[in-house]
């Protein structure tokens, strides 16, 4: 016996062929599946029902948001050439490496580091903070934190320093609450001309950002 599809039994239910009022004289067993099948087949065109009201509500939605968004990208179009100018003052990247070294008599090579602040303007702006080379920089790294924090955080930042102090730099010069990276913004929305020129009337290196504690005058 072949067997119909679905979509053939869904579209041609076949089971009003029996008047209702005769279904007394079938058996107990045939009155209960072709009922089974009657019920199925309401429950089925309600099911079909209700998903077609949700296509057609869930079409509505789709077109509504679509006009949303576009309105939203027509104001930011709108809006785009009136923020340029915090783009090419504001939006700078921060980085750490060495820019030069050279070997001493005694063979030991000497790096030198800076901190670059790069601005994506037309200009591509880039201002230099030399920090001097790396035993100047870890020495005052931990003298900053002996000086600045209690012994046991101390101990904590000095391991840290004397693992790798480089990557230490960097975290501070990309974390949004970095020491490093926290000045650097401060600077340059105090005074973003004075900030690009570094027009500064003073220096901006690995003291400024990690300053020791004034020692009181007697």
């Given at each position: 016996m072949v067997k119909k599809r679905r979509s053939q039994i869904r579209h041609n239910p076949r089971f009003e062929f029996i008047p209702?009022?005769?279904?007394?004289k079938l058996?107990?067993?045939?009155?209960?599946?072709?009922?089974?099948?009657?019920?199925?087949w309401g429950w089925l065109k309600k099911r079909e029902k209700e998903l077609e009201e949700l296509e057609?509500?869930?079409?509505?939605?789709i077109k509504s948001?679509?006009?949303q968004i576009n309105k939203y990208k027509n104001k930011l179009n709108q809006l785009n050439d009136s923020i340029d100018h915090l783009r090419s003052t504001y939006n700078f990247t921060i980085s750490f490496y060495n820019y030069n070294r050279y070997k001493r008599k005694d063979g030991v090579v000497n790096k030198f580091y800076m901190i670059t602040c790069g601005f994506s303007d037309h200009n591509k702006t880039k201002v230099n903070f030399p920090c001097g080379n790396e035993d100047r920089i870890k020495n005052h790294l931990i003298e900053y934190y002996r000086q600045t924090q209690k012994k046991s955080y101390f101990e904590m930042y000095e391991e840290r320093i004397n693992q790798d102090w480089i990557e230490f730099i960097k975290?501070?010069?990309?974390?949004?609450?970095?020491?490093?990276?926290?000045?650097?913004w401060d600077l340059c929305l105090e005074d973003p001309s004075t900030f690009?020129?570094?027009g500064f009337k003073f220096k901006v290196n690995i003291e400024y950002?990690?300053?020791l504690p004034q020692k009181s005058k007697k």
């Open positions: 209702t009022d005769k279904w007394k058996t107990d067993e045939e009155r209960s599946t072709l009922g089974s099948y009657k019920r199925t057609t509500l869930l079409t509505k939605k948001k679509k006009l975290k501070e010069c990309s974390r949004d609450n970095g020491v490093i990276k926290s000045k650097l690009k020129k570094k950002f990690f300053p």
